[in-house]
């Protein structure tokens, strides 16, 4: 597989390259491999300046949409940070194809994630959490998304 996203040498790169609209589906597993939900999903991303929008949207069958939406900063080339009233995390780049994303929510501070985004190509990407509650994996999500070139991100602030 070549490097991508196209021409990502730093994590400002890796996160322009992936601007855009993705739609894709999550599975959330118990740390036994059970299915415990499985839901659609889009996620739309922007980038002005050095702000960062992010807007996951949860599509679960017979509920109604879940819209979450963040917002990061980037400092410098090499670093995003997440830090909200909520949330908090900071991106980094590991290599031309991998991104490793720490974050929690600050609601539950026993709670630890640990995302791992790999961008296969251009286009197609996986992305796995790691969710430790109190020093230890309770669940697993494994996503898996394509982009939808003909669609623009939502502008929201």
């Known amino acids: 597989m070549s490097p991508t996203p196209s021409g990502a040498r730093t994590l400002r790169g890796a996160l322009t390259s992936a601007l855009g609209v993705w739609e894709g589906s999550y599975r959330h597993l118990a740390p036994d491999g059970t299915t415990l939900e499985r839901l659609a999903s889009r996620q739309e991303t922007r980038l002005e300046g050095d702000n960062w929008f992010e807007r996951i949207i949860y599509r679960r069958t017979g509920a109604p949409d879940e819209v979450v939406d963040f917002r990061a900063r980037f400092v ?9 009233a909520n949330f908090e ?4 780049l590991v290599s031309d194809r991998h991104l490793l994303f720490p974050y929690r929510w600050k609601q539950e501070p026993d709670v630890e994630l640990v995302e791992l985004i790999t961008f296969a190509t ?3 990407r996986t ?14 999500t ?3 998304e394509r982009r939808i070139s003909q669609e623009s991100p939502a502008v929201w602030h």
């Open 76 to 84: 410098g080339e090499h670093e995003v940070v997440f830090d909200d």
């Open 89 to 92: 995390g900071r991106s980094r």
């Open 122 to 124: 251009d286009d197609y």
């Open 127 to 140: 992305r796995l959490w790691q969710r430790f509650s109190g020093g230890v994996l309770d669940r697993l």
């Open 142 to 144: 494994v996503i898996e």
